[in-house]
């Protein structure tokens, strides 16, 4: 009865996303060693197909541009960017608007990487010129920023960023961990970027991908697994990698390079947008937006508690984090594999709820 429920119940969590019956199939498929030559063909079509859609161009013949896949999270691909910034000389300039930027200031003070922050209230994009400025005050040799804040349903502006980067000469590090896969994302001219599998990819959590544009090395001070070099050094298989999730995440990625599926969340989030505003309520973030992603404020005197459970009753299943709870926000993700109608029961009890008082 329980498992009955849960196939009735709309998913709008950024993760885990529900599998289509594909990628299930794939997660089921024979195990293999990471040694074996099977595991190498899907891992290279993972890498290769994560840099497509990334518009990254793939040199890894010649130990050049390339995507690292490692086992963990979203939060273990931004550590592993961490340390690579630990080994470049200079200060940097860490980027924030939401939860997700504050998170990388907190990785930034865990490495004890040399820099500075540039803060806009959560939700308000950035301008160019307090970015340009702050990275020159700061005399910045990299910029860290979040791409999709999943946790506002911002966008920045990464073609901002990138001339911000360029006019300042410092390098750029993008967390791209929503963003890819929800909506056309360019990392050409990037230094370093993220992303996971369990997000707007589709696929089971559980891998964590870097992007570099540059050959690495491996000094020997990082922690082993978080050692990008060692990764490229050896072939991007130092250590066991499960195959199940490689062959998972590269059938999502078929399914997510579909020509339509940009265009598909994006009317799906319209679509959400709308249906929220019946409801007399508006998105937190100011455009542009994160396709994929409207996060609102509760209106007192009801709390994101109360909402929560109500959806909960309702079989509408929405993250429970900490971070929202504390603003009163609500986030709802539609770029798992949501439809219109998931989409038209959430703002049918959206109204009711800001309507019956
Ligand atoms: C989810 C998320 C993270 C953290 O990822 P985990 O997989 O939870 O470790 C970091 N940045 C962004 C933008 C995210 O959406």
Same mark, same amino acid.
């Given at each position: 009865?329980?498992?009955?429920?849960?196939?009735?119940?709309?998913?709008?969590?950024?993760?885990?996303?529900?599998?289509s019956?594909?990628?299930?199939?794939?997660?089921?498929?024979?195990?293999?060693?990471?040694?074996?030559?099977?595991?190498?063909?899907?891992?290279?079509?993972?890498?290769?197909?994560?840099?497509?859609?990334?518009?990254?161009?793939?040199?890894?013949?010649?130990?050049?541009?390339?995507?690292?896949?490692?086992?963990?999270?979203?939060?273990?691909?931004?550590?592993?960017?961490?340390?690579?910034?630990?080994?470049?000389?200079?200060?940097?300039?860490?980027?924030?608007?939401?939860?997700?930027?504050?998170?990388?200031?907190?990785?930034?003070?865990?490495?004890? #990487? =040399?820099?500075?922050?540039?803060?806009?209230?959560? %939700?308000? !994009? @950035?301008?160019?010129?307090?970015?340009?400025? &702050? $990275?020159?005050a700061?005399?910045?040799?990299?910029?860290?920023?979040?791409?999709?804040?999943?946790?506002?349903?911002?966008?920045?502006?990464?073609?901002?960023?990138?001339?911000?980067?360029?006019?300042?000469?410092?390098?750029?590090?993008?967390?791209?961990?929503?963003?890819?896969?929800?909506?056309?994302?360019d990392?050409?001219?990037?230094?370093?970027?993220?992303?996971?599998?369990?997000?707007?990819?589709?696929?089971?959590?559980?891998?964590?991908?870097?992007?570099?544009?540059?050959?690495?090395?491996?000094?020997?001070?990082?922690?082993?697994? #978080? =050692?990008?070099?060692?990764?490229?050094a050896?072939? %991007?298989? !130092? @250590?066991?990698?499960?195959?199940?999730?490689? &062959? $998972?995440t590269?059938?999502?990625?078929?399914?997510?390079?579909?020509?339509?599926?940009?265009?598909e969340?994006?009317?799906?989030?319209?679509?959400?947008?709308?249906?929220?505003?019946?409801?007399?309520?508006?998105?937190?973030?100011?455009?542009?937006?994160?396709?994929?992603?409207v996060?609102?404020?509760?209106?007192?005197?009801?709390?994101?508690?109360?909402?929560?459970?109500?959806?909960?009753?309702?079989?509408?299943?929405?993250?429970?984090?900490?971070?929202?709870?504390?603003?009163?926000?609500?986030?709802?993700?539609?770029?798992?594999?949501?439809?219109?109608?998931?989409?038209?029961?959430?703002?049918?009890?959206?109204?009711?709820?800001?309507?019956?008082?």
């Amino acid at each position: 009865m329980g498992i009955n429920k849960e196939a009735a119940s709309v998913n709008l969590l950024p993760g885990p996303v529900p599998l289509s019956a594909t990628v299930r199939a794939a997660l089921a498929g024979p195990e293999r060693s990471h040694r074996e030559p099977a595991f190498q063909i899907d891992l290279e079509r993972l890498r290769d197909d994560l840099c497509g859609l990334a518009g990254f161009r793939r040199d890894a013949g010649r130990g050049g541009a390339d995507v690292q896949v490692l086992t963990g999270t979203g939060t273990a691909a931004n550590d592993a960017v961490a340390g690579q910034l630990s080994l470049r000389p200079g200060p940097g300039l860490v980027l924030s608007n939401g939860e997700f930027g504050e998170r990388l200031i907190d990785h930034a003070e865990r490495w004890r #990487l =040399d820099h500075a922050v540039c803060r806009q209230p959560w %939700g308000a !994009p @950035f301008d160019q010129n307090e970015v340009t400025n &702050a $990275a020159l005050a700061a005399e910045a040799r990299w910029i860290w920023a979040v791409h999709g804040e999943t946790s506002t349903g911002g966008l920045n502006d990464l073609r901002m960023l990138k001339a911000v980067a360029a006019k300042t000469d410092a390098a750029l590090a993008i967390d791209a961990i929503s963003s890819l896969g929800a909506t056309p994302v360019d990392l050409s001219g990037v230094s370093w970027a993220t992303s996971v599998s369990g997000k707007s990819l589709r696929a089971p959590p559980g891998l964590a991908f870097v992007f570099h544009a540059r050959p690495l090395a491996s000094p020997g001070r990082l922690p082993r697994a #978080l =050692d990008l070099g060692w990764y490229a050094a050896c072939d %991007g298989v !130092p @250590f066991t990698l499960s195959s199940s999730l490689v &062959a $998972a995440t590269a059938a999502a990625l078929d399914e997510v390079e579909a020509p339509q599926r940009f265009a598909e969340v994006a009317a799906l989030s319209n679509r959400l947008v709308a249906g929220i505003r019946t409801a007399g309520l508006v998105p937190f973030a100011r455009e542009p937006w994160l396709p994929g992603v409207v996060t609102i404020v509760v209106p007192p005197p009801h709390t994101n508690e109360d909402w929560i459970e109500a959806l909960a009753t309702a079989g509408v299943r929405v993250n429970r984090s900490g971070y929202l709870r504390e603003r009163s926000l609500m986030q709802f993700a539609v770029f798992g594999r949501a439809t219109a109608a998931d989409v038209d029961r959430l703002a049918g009890l959206l109204r009711r709820f800001a309507g019956g008082g």
